[in-house]
Structures are given as structure tokens and as C-alpha cells.
T-cell receptor
């Protein structure tokens, strides 16, 4: 299979602090990882696309200085929410695309629920 | 206009019934189409890809009409375990990566 993990699965933090979320592909190498955000009763929205060893590409309206993405290896990408505020509370989901596949299929992590108080 | 539009529901359907979901998309250049299911507070999981020729996987049938930019999903003999939110997803190649655009989902509850 193709397993993607995220850590932590949930986090509560105070306003103004930073939170780091990890996304790992456990049994495959991922050329590309994607970060999504989902607010209650809304669809998943792509935040950024991250290719290993290069800078992430952010979607329109997503602040790159607030949502720092690092993709230092073929199995790990991190998303850091800097100076988090209550409006950043959301479900953050990553996905990974296999390096060894001709398919573009994305494998999703279980998500991280962030609550900022 | 949203890129991917779905009827949000909810659909409350008795067990054993047939239920159909529809979806429209705005970008005529979109290349790939999928249905995902998402359980409450979980990540989305791929249910099936959608092709113009139509495809079937057990009780699930998906259809794509490129001319109308319309995608459908049919679930026959619905089970309690089918209760979930069904997401219509459209993919476009973007600088060598496949960008997924999700609909808001249609919530389905199967009633015993």
C-alpha cells in the first residue's frame, strides 16, 4: 500500500504561537506533497504544492510567510503555522504523490486538527 | 461560479435504495475526474476514477459527460456503511503536478 502519516493528529495552541505539522510517506518516496485545509462544512482547499528540494508553490490567497512549508526529503514535508490565530483553526491534510508511479494519484494523510485558543 | 459544484444534501435514504449524486465542473480543460468519500473528521479516500465510457465497481457506477461538464455517481442497494460525504474531485495538470479541486461534498445518511 501507500501509507501517509501526519503528526500530531490534533493540537491545541494559544494565539500567537507557532505549530509544526509533519507529513510522512511511510512506505514510498514522494516527489510531491500537497497541503490542504478544510474548514467545517467546506471542501478541502489546496494551500500549497511542495516538491522535494525546492520552494513550495502557494495557492492564491495563502500567505507563504504565515504557512511555512519545508520538504527536505522524499519522505517528509512539514507545515508550520506561524503566529497562529483562532481563524487558523482548521483540519489540515497532506497528501503525497509516489515517485515511482506513472499515476498522479495522491495518497492522503489522516489529517491534523488544529484549534487555536 | 465554483469550479466544482455539488448538491450538498443531506440525502437521507433507506437501506437498500438506489441513490444518485451529480456534480458539475467549470473548467472544460480538466483532465481527470474522481469520486472520493470522506467520513466524519477523517481524510478523504478515493472511491473511484470517472471515465467518459462509464465505470462500475460493485454497487457503484460513475459516469462522465465531458460535453455537459457533468459527473455522476450511482450507488445501488445502499448499505449503512455507505453513510459518508461524497466528494466530486476534478484534476488539472499544473506545471507537471496534478492539482485536485474538491467539491463541497454531498452528505449521505443511510437509514436502517
Amino acid at each position: 500500500g501507500a501509507v501517509v502519516s501526519q503528526h500530531p493528529s490534533w493540537v491545541i495552541c494559544k494565539s500567537g504561537t507557532s505549530v509544526k505539522i509533519e507529513c510522512r510517506s511511510l512506505d514510498f518516496q514522494a516527489t510531491t506533497m500537497f497541503w490542504y485545509r478544510q474548514f467545517p462544512k467546506q471542501s478541502l482547499m489546496l494551500m500549497a504544492t511542495s516538491n522535494e528540494g525546492s520552494k513550495a508553490t502557494y495557492e492564491q490567497g495563502v500567505e507563504k510567510d504565515k504557512f511555512l512549508i519545508n520538504h527536505a526529503s522524499l519522505t517528509l514535508s512539514t507545515l508550520t503555522v506561524t503566529s497562529a490565530h483562532p481563524e487558523d483553526s482548521s483540519f489540515y491534510i497532506c497528501s503525497a504523490q509516489r515517485r515511482d508511479s506513472f499515476s498522479y494519484e495522491q495518497y492522503f494523510g489522516p489529517g491534523t486538527r488544529l484549534t487555536v485558543t | 461560479r465554483k469550479e466544482v459544484e455539488q448538491d450538498p444534501g443531506p440525502f437521507n435514504v433507506p437501506e437498500g435504495a438506489t441513490v444518485a449524486f451529480n456534480c458539475t465542473y467549470s473548467n472544460s480543460a480538466s483532465q481527470s475526474f474522481f469520486w472520493y468519500r470522506q467520513d466524519c473528521r477523517k481524510e478523504p479516500k478515493l472511491l473511484m476514477s470517472v471515465y467518459s465510457s462509464g465505470n462500475e465497481d460493485g454497487r457503484f457506477t460513475a459516469q462522465l459527460n465531458r460535453a455537459s461538464q457533468y459527473i455522476s455517481l450511482l450507488i445501488r442497494d445502499s448499505k449503512l456503511s455507505d453513510s459518508a460525504t461524497y466528494l466530486c474531485v476534478v484534476a488539472n495538470l499544473n506545471f507537471g503536478n496534478e492539482k485536485l479541486t474538491f467539491g463541497t461534498g454531498t452528505r449521505l445518511t443511510i437509514i436502517p
